[in-house]
C-alpha cells in the first residue's frame, strides 16, 4: 500500500552534514507517524526521529540539538537533516510509515540508505 524509498546517504567527514530523504507513495495525511531509524554494526534498530501528523517531534538523545526531521507534504517527502556528524552516526537509516486502523496499525519500511561518518 505505501512504498518508502530512501535516498541521501554517503560518506562524509566528522562534523559534516548530509540530508536524508523518504520519498512516499502514499500522502503523507494518510501516515499517522513518520520517522527514521538507524542500526549500526553489531547495534540493535533504534529510532533516530519521528514527526506525527500533528507536527509532534521526537529524538533520541544521541542526536539531539544536531538532527532535524521535516516533511514537505506537497511531495510526500520526509527530510532528515543530519549536522554536527559523528563516528558514532554510522549506521544503516531506515524510513518507516506508521498508519493506525481502527482494528490494527500498519508499519511500512524503506530499503536504508548508508550513512559512514569518518574521522
Known amino acids: 500500500q505505501v512504498q518508502l524509498v530512501e535516498s541521501g546517504g554517503g560518506l562524509v567527514q566528522a562534523g559534516g552534514s548530509l540530508r536524508l530523504s523518504c520519498a512516499s507513495s502514499?500522502?503523507?495525511?494518510?501516515?499517522?507517524?513518520m520517522g527514521w531509524y538507524r542500526q549500526g554494526p553489531g547495534k540493535q534498530r533504534e529510532l533516530v526521529a519521528a514527526?506525527?501528523?500533528?507536527?509532534?517531534?521526537n529524538y533520541a538523545d544521541s542526536v539531539k540539538g544536531r538532527f532535524t526531521i521535516s516533511r514537505d507534504n506537497a511531495k510526500n517527502t520526509v527530510y532528515l537533516q543530519m549536522n554536527s556528524l559523528k563516528p558514532e552516526d554510522t549506521a544503516v537509516y531506515y524510513c518507516?510509515?506508521?498508519?493506525?486502523?481502527?482494528?490494527?496499525?500498519?508499519?511500512?519500511w524503506g530499503q536504508g540508505t548508508s550513512v559512514t561518518v569518518s574521522s
Open positions: 518507516n510509515a506508521k498508519l493506525t486502523k481502527p482494528w490494527q496499525t500498519y508499519n511500512y
Open positions: 514527526i506525527s501528523n500533528g507536527g509532534t517531534t
Open positions: 502514499g500522502s503523507l495525511f494518510s501516515i499517522n507517524v
